[in-house]
């Protein structure tokens, strides 16, 4: 079955960097497209990020271009974001999602990702 779980979260102060990782499992992960969804206490679901099956192809949302980078390593079966300049509106919990070809069909779990001082 299909498995994806995030690891990486934690504390970190404004301006600070971290880098959430994604395990995947149960399916041939260098034929899917990825991406980050990201959901802030209180509020609803925000896509961050996407990348291409080959890792060649990357989308950002407007609020975090330019600080975050997402990437894959196809061979370990990982997809990877690096998150830079931290801001204490980038609080959320921070999931990782296949995308299916129709839409986001499989998700994590998340993991907690806490920018304050």
């Known amino acids: 079955q299909v498995q994806l779980v995030e690891s990486g979260g934690g504390l970190v102060q404004p301006e600070g960097s971290l880098r959430v990782s994604c395990a995947a499992s149960?399916?041939?992960?260098?034929?899917?497209?990825m991406n980050w969804v990201r959901q802030a206490p209180g509020k609803g679901l925000e896509w961050v990020s996407a990348i291409n099956f080959g890792g060649d192809v990357t989308y950002y949302a407007d609020s975090v271009k330019g600080r975050f980078t997402i990437s894959r390593d196809n061979t370990k079966n990982t997809l990877y974001l690096q998150m830079n300049s931290l801001k204490p509106e980038d609080t959320a919990l921070y999931y990782c999602?296949?995308?299916?070809?129709?839409?986001?069909?499989?998700w994590g779990k998340g993991t907690l990702v806490t920018v304050s001082s």
């Open positions: 999602v296949r995308d299916g070809g129709y839409g986001m069909d499989y």
């Open positions: 149960g399916f041939t992960f260098n034929r899917y497209s």
